[in-house]
């Protein structure tokens, strides 16, 4: 694991997609949630995330998680419509963060890593885990992407 820290998140807006189960899905998820942006006109304006919104150890079967494009704003917060898609403005906040480099299969350690870094340094978990994808897996092997991991903390 890289070097963790903490930094601000700037508020963002994002066009959002609600999913359940397989985090399989992802990549048709992304391509439905940039087709939702195209077809509604807006203009991405950052790299793609995820937010992962049940704990860990449930199965797979049972997550439910977001994907998120940030767009250019300003643009009226919607949604979700019946398809789960809508836009949301997502406020600035405190995270503990780490880089990831490899496939998204190894991410694991790099949680726990953080995890383990954020209690050592005396912050609490206040949000759901979130990544940010900036590497384009059409464009670099697996073992090249890149992966922002981050934890909402406290602001003690």
């Known amino acids: 694991m ?4 903490v930094k601000r998140a700037e ?15 992802i990549p048709e998820g992304f391509d439905r949630l940039y087709g939702y942006v195209s077809a509604q006109g807006l203009i ?8 992962y919104l ?7 079967t049972d997550a439910e998680w977001e994907l998120w494009a940030p767009v ?7 949604g979700p419509d019946e398809h789960g898609l809508g836009v949301r403005d997502v406020p600035e906040r405190t995270v ?8 998204y299969e190894s991410i694991g350690p790099t949680y726990e890593g953080l995890a383990r870094w954020i209690a050592d340094n005396g912050h609490a978990v206040v949000g759901p885990p ?6 384009d897996p ?6 090249e992407y890149l992966t922002e991991v981050r934890f909402p903390i406290d602001d003690d």
């Open 54 to 60: 049940t704990p860990p150890e449930l199965p797979e």
């Open 138 to 143: 059409d464009e670099v092997p697996p073992e």
């Open 44 to 51: 991405p304006a950052g790299p793609p995330q995820a937010v």
């Open 96 to 103: 503990a963060w780490v880089m990831h480099m490899g496939p």
């Open 130 to 135: 979130e990544e940010i994808y900036l590497s």
């Open 72 to 78: 250019a704003g300003p643009v009226d917060p919607c």
């Open 2 to 5: 890289s070097a963790a820290g």
């Open 11 to 25: 508020p963002v807006t994002v066009a959002f997609l609600t999913m359940r189960g397989a985090y399989g899905q």
